[in-house]
């Protein structure tokens, strides 16, 4: 059977068929480009009804009702406004444009990238697989788009890195956890500060690359409360204060680790650890600065090198003592106060009458390098003065007395178990292994320390909270020739005035007597 040829079309039918195409794209390009606007609108209004929608449903019941009067309050009160109507239209028009502009999606990762992201998938491939998982997320030369939904990288360094996990993998574990964090701080590049979120709910572990914490921040009078203390500053995401800071010519928020001390607080004491040099001298430096705005302090001093002479004689500063005699002199004197306050608050407290004026001013009692006292006094068969620190740390949260303790990581064992289980709050100054952070604060960091850590870097954690950064504001000893101008300006602004005449200092502030001297009481007539 022969076949039937196809009508062929002329040269003209098939001209004007070309030209009606070009016709209807012209009109729907011309439609589109005129249309644009509503097509915005209409988009933007579409995500902002889901919007809405999703905040209703997840608002709780209970809260629905108040939620629905208000709303109905509001659009009467527009509803009465001249011309309110119209605003309203014209502010949820604006958003809604706002809302479904199209936005340029971001560009894709380089060649360089992606053999980076392929890298670090393929090194965690033994933490994240078993050989009986059927459809496992990691496998040598799979698909490492899926087990990294998130990252961005930085000159060609990653800084941002989401990933997802099986769920059999031992998140709970902290030696689990520890080796894929070791592992993915060598694989992202060294020398960098590195924080590992993870989220055991939902089997994935955010990994971020930390702004280094500034060291420009000298010492200043900072907006705190009577019994708040500023023990340096840390992360924005890790506090939910912020305090106004001055560095240099510019004022600016930063979020401080505040430390609250007095009868109400959970961590009354503090122990600080650190390497020579790592700044554990400054945050004692600093804490005095700050408690001398509203309270006395005593000084001791083991290593004798004189880093706290600035405060000698100054108004508040009770004693500042670098010999064996002298500290067990001031700690026993502290010891004896302590005591004193309680039978007095606990006097006026069953008579009925509020407590004395002079139980009220808090009292600090800051020790650096104790230890040094330790050994010297069992040498000259003399008590330790760790011992007379007893009633201070028991019983110094109900008499305003609080202690603060600086030690060194080589004779932190040295340490009498009264000081380790009374001080609470904990602070790791200088570079340090991740074990003697543990040992320490009773917990690891979330970051990777850094190699170079500047004087006054380090962790912080209050009573059972969590791990955070810490970088103390730089108050160094304005005596010391290698003091920069600027810092030791600050340092001198803090002093209180010196009290060089017997007489204005009993007028300003009765100094303590050693217990030996005491006066005794004179019991009353009748």
């Not at 890195?161 to 689990?176: H, I």
Request: charged share 20%; aromatic share 6%.
């Amino acid at each position: 059977m022969a076949r039937r040829p196809l009508p062929r079309i002329p040269s003209s039918s098939s001209a004007s068929i070309t030209r009606s195409r070009e016709i209807v794209r012209t009109a729907a390009d011309s439609a589109t480009d005129v249309l644009h606007p509503l097509i915005t609108v209409t988009r933007g209004l579409r995500r902002l009804a889901a919007a809405g929608r999703r905040t209703w449903t997840a608002m709780p019941k209970d809260r629905r009702g108040p939620a629905l009067f208000l709303a109905s309050a509001v659009a009467l009160v527009v509803a009465l406004i001249p011309y309110g109507p119209l605003l309203v239209l014209i502010t949820v028009m604006a958003a809604a444009a706002w809302k479904g502009r199209e936005r340029t999606p971001a560009p894709g990762p380089g060649e360089a990238e992606k053999d980076r992201l392929r890298a670090v998938y393929e090194a965690l491939v033994p933490h994240f697989s078993v050989a009986e998982d059927p459809a496992p997320l990691f496998t040598h030369g799979g698909e490492w788009d899926k087990a990294f939904p998130e990252y961005a990288f930085d000159d060609g360094r990653l800084v941002r890195l989401l990933v997802r996990y099986p769920a059999y993998f031992t998140d709970g574990d902290a030696s689990s956890r520890a080796r894929v964090e070791r592992l993915l701080h060598a694989k992202s590049g060294r020398g960098r500060e590195y924080h590992f979120a993870w989220d055991e709910e939902g089997n994935q572990l955010l990994m971020t690359v930390l702004p280094a914490l500034s060291t420009a921040i000298a010492a200043q009078r900072f907006v705190t409360a009577p019994g708040e203390t500023v023990l340096g500053f840390t992360d924005a995401g890790a506090v939910q204060r912020t305090v106004p800071v001055t560095e240099g010519d510019r004022t600016y928020h930063a979020p401080p680790v505040i430390w609250r001390t007095g009868p109400r607080s959970t961590e009354p004491h503090l122990l600080a650890v650190g390497h020579p040099g790592s700044g554990t001298t400054s945050l004692l430096r600093s804490i005095a600065l700050q408690a001398l705005q509203y309270g006395d302090v005593v000084i001791v001093e083991g290593s004798g090198t004189g880093e706290y002479a600035c405060l000698t004689g100054r108004d508040g500063v009770l004693a500042v003592e670098c010999s064996v005699a002298g500290a067990l002199a001031s700690l026993e004197w502290a010891a004896h106060e302590t005591e004193r306050r309680l039978i007095a608050a606990n006097r006026a407290r069953q008579a009925g009458h509020p407590a004395p004026e002079d139980t009220k001013r808090p009292l600090w009692i800051l020790l650096d390098r104790p230890s040094v006292f330790g050994h010297l006094a069992a040498a000259d068969g003399r008590t330790d003065p760790q011992q007379l620190l007893q009633v201070p740390l028991r019983h110094g949260r109900a008499a305003n007395v609080t202690v603060v303790v600086a030690e060194q990581f080589d004779t932190v064992e040295a340490l009498s178990e009264t000081v380790r289980s009374h001080t609470r709050a904990r602070v790791v100054l200088g570079p340090s292994a991740p074990g003697q952070v543990e040992s320490v604060l009773g917990e690891p960091p979330h970051t990777t320390p850094t190699p170079d850590t500047p004087p006054g870097r380090g962790y912080a954690r209050l009573g059972a909270g969590p791990v955070m950064r810490l970088q103390v504001p730089a108050t160094p000893d304005p005596y010391d020739d290698a003091t920069s101008e600027a810092h030791r300006q600050a340092v001198i602004d803090l002093l209180p005035e010196r009290l060089d005449v017997p007489e204005a200092r009993s007028e300003k502030q009765p100094r303590f007597l050693p217990p030996a001297q005491e006066p005794e009481p004179v019991p009353a007539e009748g």
